[in-house]
């Protein structure tokens, strides 16, 4: 059974850091693309950053040069950087894993159970 154990989240004031980790029971871990999405109260879900197998990365605008994705294949981790953090960030963070394809998308085939992160003004 795949699982993905997110864990980082928490309060933080503006301006402050956070870093978040999912821990992926994935077998072929390196052959999956991996993803951070956020849902806030009120407010879609949205992909924050996502990194493919071969380590292309993107973001979303409102957190691009702020956010990073990385991903440790040895570890089977996925990490979200954020630095600069706003208000508007508070959300429950979720990790995600799927294909290449599904991940374009903005979708994907696993789901971790979230984890909250709120930034106080």
């Known amino acids: 059974q795949v699982q993905l154990v997110e864990s980082g989240g928490g309060l933080v004031q503006t301006g402050g850091s956070l870093r978040l980790s999912c821990a992926a029971s994935l077998g072929t871990f390196s052959s999956y693309a991996l993803g951070w999405f956020r849902r806030a109260p009120g407010k879609q879900r949205e992909l924050v950053a996502a990194?493919?197998?071969?380590?292309?990365?993107n973001y979303a605008v409102s957190v691009k040069g702020r956010f990073t994705i990385s991903r440790d294949n040895t570890k089977k981790t996925v990490y979200l950087q954020m630095s600069s953090l706003k208000p508007e960030d508070t959300a429950v963070y979720y990790c995600?894993?799927?294909?290449?394809?599904?991940?374009?998308?903005?979708?994907?085939?696993?789901w971790g159970q979230g984890t909250q992160v709120t930034v106080s003004s």
């Open positions: 995600a894993a799927g294909s290449d394809a599904i991940m374009r998308l903005n979708l994907a085939s696993y």
């Open positions: 990194i493919t197998s071969g380590g292309s990365t």
